[in-house]
């Protein structure tokens, strides 16, 4: 789902309202205090940010596209914590404590997982074909317009990893996975396997 512009931040609201619909759906849930907080985090990591990540590997993520998933996943962390902003928690102190890294660094991961599937393909397959692609002709004048390819590079290189990487499943899963903390759900980042 694109805008007009081309961007994904009608992709991004769209998963956005859906969260928040599934969010209400387990609300009774979230809300009871006596429910132990890591069963609370649990159900919004299995239940909740999947339904914002979906087709996120194919999304251009901007400043404004990350901020809104920023935004969207502490309000619904402070909920399960059960602070408000006015209390002055810290967002990282918050994420820390129920074990949960940003919604910013699983939708890299998701989009470097894509990157690595079509890496790993045949030379002449269409997908690996149609990544390389250059529309001929000239990019319009002004601030270029931001491509799915100009986000990776930005990723890779944020993680210090290169293209060529990818033929390397193992590493490339190590490198590229972002681990939730203390949820049970495997070992923490370093400890991810091989």
Known sequence: MLG???GSMLAVRARVKA???KWREIGPVIGDKKMPRKLKTKL?????RPVILYGAECWVVGQKEEQLLETTEMRMLRRIRGVTLEDKMRSDDIRKELGVCPIGEKARES????FGHVMRREPE?????MLNL???GRRPRGRPKGRWRDGITRDMKQLHIEAEDAED????????QAADLNLGTGASREGRGA
């Open 111 to 114: 989009r470097l997982r894509w």
């Open 125 to 129: 397959n269409h997908l690996k074909q």
């Open 134 to 136: 250059e529309v001929p």
């Open 44 to 48: 919004y990591t299995t239940m909740v």
């Open 19 to 21: 969260a928040w619909e």
């Open 169 to 176: 499943r193992s590493f490339w899963r190590k490198r590229t």
């Open 4 to 6: 007009e512009k081309g």
